[in-house]
């Protein structure tokens, strides 16, 4: 039996793998509806979700291949599609437009990739990606922002134990 890695040999071992795959799999499901029930966004409840160290333990749960925060917001958008309840997500801007008001609001690209060096050199990685997708977005030749961008992207390329999320970083980078 395998899932996306190594096989798993012996009836043993294979009933403990499709039992803790069964409970993670449930729990995922259960606890991302529990925290829909009180109102969380996807968002909210991939940062907020936690496995237990009864499962955190085991190699195959561990997020070399998927992760986590994907699975939750997959079970979200099952129940609730890509609407997250909040009125201001119904009809955004379209990217181009929305990064040259956010850039606009944050003081112009200059001011806004300063404090996103600052960010970097703090090690807030996924903000600073978050920053410059606004300023490439609002001007896609600003070699600066996509420099920074890359580097960001490639801390946070370092820092994944998921594989998917690692290359995908690795490759925006």
């Given at each position: 039996?395998?899932?996306?890695?190594?096989?798993?040999?012996?009836?043993?071992?294979?009933?403990?793998?499709?039992t803790e795959q069964r409970d993670l799999y449930r729990l995922l499901h259960d606890q991302t509806l529990r925290l829909m029930s009180h109102g969380l966004t996807p968002h909210e409840i991939a940062q907020e979700f936690r496995l237990p160290a009864s499962?955190?333990?085991s190699w195959h749960v561990?997020?070399?291949?998927?992760?986590i925060a994907h699975n939750v917001r997959a079970?979200?958008?099952?129940?609730?599609?890509?609407?997250?309840g909040n009125p201001v997500n119904l009809d955004p801007l379209a990217p181009q437009a929305a990064a040259q008001k956010y850039i606009e609001y944050m003081g112009g690209a200059d001011a806004a990739l300063a404090r996103a060096?600052?960010?970097?050199?703090a090690g807030n990685y996924r903000w600073v990606?978050?920053?410059?997708?606004?300023?490439?977005?609002?001007?896609?030749?600003?070699?600066?922002?996509?420099?920074?961008?890359?580097?960001?992207?490639?801390q946070l390329a370092y820092q994944c134990e998921?594989?998917?999320w690692r290359n995908a970083y690795a490759l925006g980078a």
């Open positions: 039996i395998a899932q996306h890695h190594w096989p798993t040999w012996g009836r043993e071992r294979a009933r403990k793998f499709l499962l955190e333990k561990r997020p070399y291949y998927g992760a079970v979200y958008a099952h129940y609730m599609g890509p609407y997250d060096r600052a960010d970097f050199a990606v978050q920053v410059t997708h606004h300023l490439v977005f609002a001007d896609p030749a600003n070699q600066r922002a996509r420099q920074l961008a890359a580097d960001a992207m490639e998921s594989a998917t």
